[in-house]
């Protein structure tokens, strides 16, 4: 394994809360922290005039503690956000709203499509928010949080109607990338005892469903609905599997390689594209969905690019 983010994250908070069962042979710490601290404290927020009038990308970024816009697809630098300590993988309402969570911050801001200041700071109290997901049928704001105090498992958080619910599944102890389908089903994949663990929450039940896919993964990726299948990333393969789920059975009808990638694990499908970030480079790819293959786009000049996302313009 690399010396990703990934592993860098999971890694260190094994050594920190001093768990067992962590699935990884070694220690590397982040050293980064303060610094990623110190820089979003310092820095100012900038978006150039006019911006919400087009579809923007959004890439954060956990080496620069910054969240970055790009217009899309034109991938032109038009603005920054700044102020995070470590801004994770993303999600967007129907209105185009951005909510970003921020690990070390214990909170989700959000942020109206195009605007510098945010709308609103959602706080995840001694959680450790890791991605999340809107379900397109209530509004609904899925949080996966990728453990708890006191050297707890993580959760799902879902906050709806003014109100917060918290889901836990006693197969998954770390918390890592979440997604609802089109009819209010979100999805989920973990890690427990160093292995992947992959589950459902149906609309409306009060518990986790855990499902058996078909494909080996060691550590799982983004988790998204593409309009047909349950597409789940392949960490160490640079690859997107799109899954027809079943009951409690996971069944891989297609498969999207993301030539080129580094660790592409925050991906975001936009209609016939994938954007990935990849996490153990410096860039930003797009790719033809699911066609995949060779990158057909490249956006430099990131720290350690993590979650992607697009917001369409108003």
Known sequence: ??????????MSLCAVLALTGCGFSGVVPDQASGAIRAAA???????????????????????????????????????????????????????????????????????????????????????????????????ALAVANLSS???????????????????????????????YDDHGN????????????????????????????DKHFRYGGAVQWDGHDVAVGDYESNAIYQFAIDGTTGTKVGETRLGGSNYAIGFWINGSKVIGPNDDSTSVMYWDYPGGGRHTKRIGGLHTPWGAVVSPAK
């Open 149 to 179: 105090p006191y050297s707890g498992p993580g959760n799902v958080i879902v906050y709806a109607h003014g109100k917060r619910t918290v889901f836990r599944d006693p197969q998954i102890r770390y918390y890592m990338f979440c997604g």
């Open 41 to 139: 404290a310092s820095d100012t927020s900038w978006v150039a005039p006019g911006v919400g009038r087009q579809n923007l990308l959004y890439i954060s970024d956990v080496g620069t503690g910054k969240v970055n816009l790009y217009s899309y697809p034109g991938g032109k630098l038009v603005g920054a956000l700044s102020g995070f300590q470590r801004p994770q993988a993303m999600c967007v309402n129907k209105d185009g709203d951005v909510f970003i969570p921020d690990l070390n911050a214990f909170k989700v801001f959000e942020y109206r499509h195009g605007a510098k200041k945010r709308t609103a700071a959602l706080s995840d109290p001694g959680q450790d928010p890791d991605d999340c997901a809107v379900d397109p049928t209530t509004g």
């Open 1 to 10: 394994m690399r010396n990703s983010d990934f592993g860098r994250r999971v």
């Open 186 to 213: 979100l999805y989920l994949d973990g890690m427990s005892s160093g292995n992947f663990q992959f589950a459902e929450l149906p609309k409306g039940s009060r518990s986790f469903v855990n499902i058996t896919l």
